[in-house]
């Protein structure tokens, strides 16, 4: 195998990792407000598993950035997850900051948001460089 099949195959497998990693946080994020939710209106003790289940995706984002830098995907996306990384960040500063946390549900509406931007515009990508490969063969 060349050099350069290698390459491209890192780059293949990088692409689609961000995408799965991608809608991976969507899911995570639509489960941690559902976890939020049960705690708001059934029982107090899910608030426990709810600052518990972040520490399972909260560092998807950071790994989606280095999926997008070994992937060559665009600027746009790498910032994006750097974004998500930031945002994450910010939820662990408003549920502590006194102050602060009547903002904890717009930042993870926001997150929520942009991971589902991220994702959809990451499958397009992809799934348009896989119709170009097969073009092109």
């Known amino acids: 195998m060349t050099s350069e099949n290698k390459a491209g195959g890192r780059v293949r497998f990088s692409c689609i990792a961000f995408v799965c990693l991608a809608w ?3 899911a995570c994020v639509a489960i941690q407000t559902f976890i939020a939710g049960l ?5 107090p003790i899910h608030w426990f598993r709810h600052t518990v289940f972040v520490h399972i995706f909260e560092y998807l984002p950071l790994f989606m950035l280095l999926f997008a830098w070994i992937g ?3 600027a746009r996306m790498r910032w994006e997850s750097g ?8 939820q662990y500063m408003t549920a502590n900051l006194p102050g602060a946390g ?3 549900p717009v930042v993870a509406l926001i997150m929520f948001w942009l991971s589902i931007a991220v994702a959809k515009r990451s499958t397009r990508f992809i799934r348009r460089a896989a119709g170009s490969e097969r073009n092109r063969a």
Request: charged letters at 5%; glycine letters at 10%; proline letters at 5%.
């Open 24 to 26: 991976g946080l969507v």
């Open 39 to 43: 705690a708001v209106f059934t029982n």
């Open 72 to 74: 060559k995907l665009p």
């Open 83 to 90: 974004g998500l990384l930031l945002l994450i960040f910010s």
């Open 102 to 104: 009547a903002m904890h």
